[in-house]
């Protein structure tokens, strides 16, 4: 059980985890209940792409995130995981960073969408760990 659940890729769980709550955020945070102040904020986007299709893009999003994360030894798609996790808050954080002019409140939903996508880039960098049968073995200092 220990071996088992030491094989399991952090990076993938990321992309799991994180696709599951871009999921989740784009059901039931935007397609089913916006909230007022969000949509209003994101003026500078919802004038090119109604609320419901970025609503459905973050869906979409989470949904290859997770596929992302449950394909085993394909950078690759892992890679697409990640861009499709980063593109959306990175989109985000610009529309809020524009709201500030309007509304000083939005300083603070840019700062933390700036630093999910940051943070999701940096994941995307990360090495996994290689396989236990990989390493070489621990060296003992005497």
Not at 94 to 108: E, Q
């Amino acid at each position: 059980m220990r071996a088992a659940a030491r094989s399991v890729s952090r990076r993938r769980a990321v992309l799991v985890t994180l696709g599951a709550g871009w999921l989740g955020y784009g059901a039931l945070g935007i397609l089913i209940n916006p909230r007022e102040g969000t949509t209003a904020l994101l003026g500078d986007i919802t004038r090119w792409v109604p609320m419901a299709v970025l609503g459905w893009l973050w869906v979409v999003a989470g949904a290859v995130g997770i596929v992302a994360g449950l394909v085993v030894s394909c950078p690759r798609v892992q890679a697409a995981g990640y861009a499709a996790l980063a593109a959306l808050p990175g989109l985000w954080a610009a529309a809020f960073t524009l709201a500030i002019s309007d509304a000083p409140t939005a300083s603070g939903s840019a700062c933390i969408w700036v630093a999910i996508a940051v943070a999701v880039v940096l994941v995307a960098g990360m090495d996994d760990p290689l396989p236990p049968h990989m390493r070489k073995g621990r060296s003992t200092w005497t």
